[in-house]
């Protein structure tokens, strides 16, 4: 059987660029969040209504094991996704890795100015916050394409919610990772202007067992995260026989 991942988008399923390199050798599931495209709006729309949004999607696909992949700012809701169903999550992969969004203090794992000056930007010109502000956010990662998709496709006021939501959520996500116990990939983006080479490197302290990858663009579009993930599968994989194997 091939291996399932589960990608938690922040929005939409069309930030995942590298989805087809991911289908060459995994059966790959995504979705887009209530309200965008096609999706029907519920109220509120808070993090519990996307994790559940989530779960819904292998529902449908009659998964009963998979690997759950998030990126950036969907990080502490793809945590908590995977938390939802802990028998069924074979291993995480986190890109943009941290334990938790924080501005301040002695190791900030986000850049103050840089979130709070795009958020503004997002109140104000949401059109120009997705064309021009996530393209320097994600250090060019987000093209003009993708980013005329994504304007096309997100409503304003739930782009601007759903940012706002993950901007102001400072509550710790490391006990939740612990609980789950299962084999981790932690990426960087190297030169990203929102998040900390620090908080990085808080997490791969934290979790010194993960395998740990470098690339110079957001892993959602990063073909070196896609290989990093195919052979972080494959590894989990392997483990998993041999001790099937030992009982």
């Given at each position: 059987?091939?291996?399932?991942?589960?990608?938690?988008?922040?929005?939409?399923?069309i930030?995942?660029?590298?989805?087809?390199?991911?289908?060459?050798?995994?059966?790959?599931?995504?979705?887009?969040?209530?309200?965008?495209?096609?999706?029907?709006?519920?109220?509120?729309?808070d993090?519990?209504?996307v994790?559940?949004?989530?779960?819904?999607?292998?529902?449908?696909?009659?998964?009963?094991?998979?690997?759950?992949?998030?990126?950036?700012?969907?990080?502490?809701?793809?945590?908590?996704?995977?938390?939802?169903?802990?028998?069924?999550?074979?291993?995480?992969?986190?890109?943009?890795?941290?334990?938790?969004?924080?501005?301040d203090?002695?190791?900030?794992?986000?850049?103050?100015?840089?979130?709070?000056?795009?958020?503004?930007?997002?109140?104000?010109?949401?059109?120009?916050?997705?064309?021009?502000?996530?393209?320097?956010?994600?250090?060019?990662?987000?093209?003009?394409?993708?980013?005329?998709?994504?304007?096309?496709?997100?409503?304003?006021?739930?782009?601007?919610?759903?940012?706002?939501?993950?901007?102001?959520?400072?509550?710790?996500?490391?006990?939740?990772?612990?609980?789950?116990?299962?084999?981790?990939?932690?990426?960087?983006?190297?030169?990203?202007?929102?998040?900390?080479?620090?908080?990085?490197?808080?997490?791969?302290?934290?979790?010194?067992?993960?395998?740990?990858?470098?690339?110079?663009?957001?892993?959602?579009?990063?073909?070196?995260?896609?290989l990093?993930?195919?052979?972080?599968?494959?590894?989990?994989?392997?483990?998993?026989?041999?001790?099937?194997?030992?009982?």
């Open positions: 059987m091939r291996q399932r991942l589960l990608l938690v988008p922040l929005l939409t399923e930030e995942w660029v590298i989805r087809p390199q991911l289908e060459e050798w995994a059966q790959v599931a995504t979705f887009d969040l209530p309200a965008v495209g096609e999706e029907p709006r519920v109220e509120p729309l993090r519990r209504a994790v559940e949004r989530a779960l819904l999607e292998v529902d449908r696909r009659g998964w009963d094991s998979y690997v759950v992949v998030c990126d950036g700012s969907a990080l502490p809701t793809g945590v908590r996704v995977a938390h939802a169903r802990p028998d069924a999550v074979e291993a995480m992969a986190l890109g943009h890795a941290r334990l938790v969004n924080r501005l203090g002695e190791c900030p794992t986000l850049n103050r100015e840089v979130m709070e000056a795009f958020g503004q930007l997002s109140e104000s010109n949401y059109a120009d916050f997705v064309r021009y502000g996530l393209t320097q956010i994600t250090h060019g990662s987000i093209g003009d394409e993708l980013a005329a998709r994504m304007v096309d496709r997100v409503p304003i006021d739930l782009g601007r919610a759903v940012w706002s939501m993950n901007l102001r959520d400072s509550e710790p996500f490391e006990h939740l990772i612990r609980e789950l116990d299962v084999p981790l990939l932690l990426a960087m983006h190297e030169g990203c202007l929102a998040s900390t080479e620090e908080g990085f490197k808080e997490a791969a302290a934290a979790f010194p067992n993960a395998r740990t990858v470098s690339a110079p663009e957001a892993p959602s579009v990063s073909t070196e995260f896609a990093a993930l195919r052979d972080f599968c494959g590894e989990v994989r392997r483990s998993a026989g041999a001790a099937a194997k030992q009982r």
